[in-house]
């Protein structure tokens, strides 16, 4: 792609990590994009950061305020990039509002998906109670035995580019696939949601979180699951009713979860909370769970995903000020 007969662009990049910035410097200086990095995340404080540039790249894991939105219009943004899929994490129609364009970022759905498959493995092989025995120098066989995928029914809820990633993996294990989506794309099996949730030994969640998915497993559709099934969550953390799944957990019903999201993780995960008190009840009553995993919101954090995901910003805010200039 050549934008090379334009001027050089400006764009202010914020919630920049050492590892992004490095990608952004050097992709940018290849393109010809002038790049401004902050660690920061962005605030009202700190959008004349972006004066001079049109366009901004926001990470995901802040909320944007509206006020802060505003903030950047009076600044004369006029394009957003989120380095994420989802864009829960600011008011999409108040930015058009205030004449603000916002896009997700696309990256390889691989990322995600092969973490998925590592968790449905760990979850079934019961790795967290093994891993913790084994560190103490307990060396014995667990009392409860794993499973093999191949006798197992997954259901995959969410069918776009990561779901259908998951599915082309699972298809490799040999097990039975159920899937629900509103839109379905893939050659799998669909079925109506409360007949997946029944039926299934796995469900897998890969919808995006909209007010129509916000708890999209709550306690009715938890109270469905078959005796011993297994929940993971690469998607987002409050398409699952916490608090539900949490009791359905701790009263031995579920056979476990994997959860790399979860609802109130802002300002808990990416922080070091060692020797400090994390103010999430829920998430300290997972921890206590031998059959529950948790990670810090990880699973698209690869390299090939994050270099993807640089280049995407700055590519997309280049078609951004190409139509504007052809506008």
């Given at each position: 792609?050549?934008?090379?007969?334009?001027?050089?662009?400006?764009?202010?990049?914020?919630?920049?990590?050492?590892?992004?910035?490095?990608?952004?410097?050097?992709?940018?200086?290849r393109?010809?994009?002038?790049?401004?990095?902050?660690?920061?995340?962005?605030?009202?404080?700190?959008?004349?950061l972006?004066?001079?540039?049109r366009?901004?790249?926001i990470?995901?894991?802040?909320?944007?305020?509206?006020?802060?939105?505003?903030?950047l219009?009076?600044?004369?943004?006029?394009?957003?990039?989120?380095?994420?899929?989802?864009y829960?994490?600011?008011?999409?129609?108040?930015?058009?509002?205030?004449g603000?364009?916002?896009?997700?970022?696309?990256?390889?759905?691989?990322?995600?998906?092969?973490?998925?498959l590592?968790?449905?493995?760990?979850?079934?092989?019961?790795?967290?109670?093994?891993?913790r025995?084994?560190?103490?120098?307990?060396?014995?066989?667990?009392?409860?035995?794993?499973?093999?995928?191949?006798?197992?029914?997954?259901?995959?809820?969410?069918?776009?580019?990561?779901?259908?990633?998951?599915?082309?993996?699972?298809r490799?294990?040999?097990?039975?696939?159920?899937a629900?989506?509103?839109?379905p794309?893939?050659?799998?099996?669909?079925?109506?949601?409360?007949?997946?949730?029944?039926?299934?030994?796995?469900?897998?969640?890969?919808?995006?979180?909209?007010?129509d998915?916000?708890?999209?497993?709550?306690?009715?559709?938890?109270?469905?699951?078959?005796?011993?099934?297994f929940?993971?969550?690469?998607?987002?953390?409050?398409?699952?009713?916490?608090?539900?799944?949490?009791?359905?957990?701790?009263?031995?019903?579920l056979?476990?979860?994997?959860?790399?999201?979860?609802?109130?993780e802002?300002?808990?995960?990416?922080?070091?909370?060692?020797?400090?008190?994390?103010?999430?009840?829920?998430?300290?009553?997972?921890?206590g769970?031998?059959?529950?995993?948790?990670?810090?919101?990880?699973?698209?954090?690869t390299?090939?995903?994050?270099?993807?995901t640089?280049?995407?910003?700055?590519?997309?805010?280049?078609?951004?000020?190409?139509?504007m200039?052809?506008?």
């Amino acid at each position: 792609m050549s934008f090379s007969d334009r001027p050089a662009t400006g764009i202010t990049i914020y919630g920049c990590g050492q590892d992004e910035a490095a990608l952004f410097r050097e992709l940018a200086a290849r393109i010809g994009v002038v790049p401004t990095i902050t660690e920061v995340a962005v605030s009202e404080a700190n959008a004349e950061l972006a004066v001079g540039n049109r366009c901004i790249s926001i990470g995901h894991k802040t909320r944007v305020t509206n006020p802060t939105l505003l903030a950047l219009s009076r600044a004369g943004v006029r394009y957003v990039s989120t380095r994420s899929i989802g864009y829960n994490h600011l008011d999409v129609r108040y930015a058009e509002s205030v004449g603000i364009s916002v896009e997700n970022v696309a990256y390889s759905p691989d990322s995600v998906a092969d973490y998925t498959l590592m968790l449905m493995l760990m979850a079934v092989r019961h790795a967290k109670s093994l891993i913790r025995r084994v560190e103490v120098h307990d060396y014995r066989l667990g009392e409860v035995r794993g499973r093999e995928l191949r006798d197992l029914t997954v259901g995959v809820v969410g069918t776009g580019r990561i779901g259908a990633a998951v599915i082309d993996r699972l298809r490799a294990f040999g097990c039975q696939i159920l899937a629900y989506d509103i839109n379905p794309q893939t050659s799998a099996d669909y079925v109506p949601l409360d007949d997946l949730l029944m039926q299934s030994d796995i469900v897998t969640l890969h919808t995006p979180l909209a007010g129509d998915t916000r708890h999209l497993l709550n306690r009715r559709r938890i109270e469905q699951l078959k005796r011993g099934a297994f929940v993971v969550n690469t998607a987002r953390g409050s398409l699952v009713d916490t608090e539900a799944l949490v009791a359905a957990l701790e009263s031995g019903r579920l056979g476990g979860a994997a959860l790399d999201v979860l609802e109130g993780e802002e300002g808990i995960f990416y922080a070091d909370l060692r020797g400090e008190q994390v103010e999430n009840e829920l998430l300290l009553r997972l921890h206590g769970l031998p059959n529950v995993l948790v990670s810090p919101h990880t699973a698209y954090y690869t390299d090939h995903a994050l270099r993807d995901t640089v280049e995407n910003s700055i590519i997309n805010c280049l078609r951004f000020e190409s139509a504007m200039h052809h506008g």
